[in-house]
């Protein structure tokens, strides 16, 4: 597999990218798939996901892209979990858990919630509240 190529624009709070395209802010990686595969943006269907190979919502490399359902990518990214090919956190991704603090009230559900959108263990976001 290539290297991710990684987006340098802004970023939203779960870590993906965001591209102004076509008249609206959209994901970095949907505009990246339906520009590599020639589909109209507003052709794929809302429910229709952009699954990471590599798991790297930042990444926008089409080789590392693909069309499926939330279901698909749950069980994919479940699947590479228990190969151990969990993903590590960036730095800035650090910093944006802390900012969310999860250590507080409610600490337990808020790390599961964090940690299913980094696609990292919950004690991992523990450790770093």
Not at 30 to 47: E, F, H
Not at 69 to 87: H, I, L, P, Y
């Amino acid at each position: 597999m290539n290297a991710c190529v990684e987006h340098t624009g802004c970023i939203s709070k779960a870590g993906y990218g965001l591209r102004f395209y076509a008249g609206k802010t959209r994901l970095a990686h949907r505009v990246a798939y339906c520009l590599s595969k020639r589909i109209d943006i507003g052709a794929l269907p809302s429910s229709t996901v952009i699954k990471h190979s590599c798991d790297n919502p930042r990444c926008v490399n089409p080789e590392h892209l693909s069309a499926g359902t939330q279901s698909d990518n749950c069980k994919e990214r479940s699947v590479r979990a228990a190969r151990g090919e969990k993903r590590k956190l960036l730095p800035e991704q650090v910093l944006s858990i802390r900012a969310r603090d999860p250590g507080k009230k409610g600490r337990t559900s808020a790390a599961k919630q964090i940690s299913a959108e980094y696609n990292v263990n919950e004690s991992t976001i523990l450790r770093i509240s």
